[in-house]
Nanobody, 120 residues
Framework: VQLQASGGGLVQAGDSLRLSCAASASGRTVINYTVGWFRQAPGKEREFVAALSWSGGSTDYADSVKGRFTISRDNAKNTIYLQMNSLKPEDTAVYYC????????????WGQGTQVTVSS
């Protein structure tokens, strides 16, 4: 599976941004993959942001983004989204999308990252 993240940019605090992650899987869909978003701020470890199960039935969010971010997927378009509202300067980071086949614990497919910068 190849992942291509896009949609990052420079915004002001309180603004919204939607990240996209286009997935290609050798002609297959990513319907059987759990997908997630992670981020890494300068000088910090990469951290989990959000995940959506392969079945689409469950989501998980980091406490810091709950109520502000929404992860979704369009299986027909093989695309994963991260809608980010009420952005804060502390959301500034490089955002990565990731995927793992159902039943697999570790995310073993990663996109290249897209920069999100939130000014105060």
């Amino acid at each position: 599976v190849q992942l291509q993240a896009s949609g990052g940019g420079l915004v002001q605090a309180g603004d919204s941004l939607r990240l996209s992650c286009a997935a290609s899987a050798s002609g297959r869909t990513v319907i059987n993959y759990t997908v997630g978003w992670f981020r890494q701020a300068p000088g910090k470890e990469r951290e989990f942001v959000a995940a959506l199960s392969w079945s689409g039935g469950s989501t998980d969010y980091a406490d810091s983004v709950k109520g502000r971010f929404t992860i979704s997927r369009d299986n027909a378009k093989n695309t994963i989204y991260l809608q980010m509202n009420s952005l804060k300067p502390e959301d500034t980071a490089v955002y990565y999308c990731a995927a793992r086949y159902r039943g697999v614990v570790v995310y073993n497919y990663w996109g290249q990252g897209t920069q999100v910068t939130v000014s105060s």
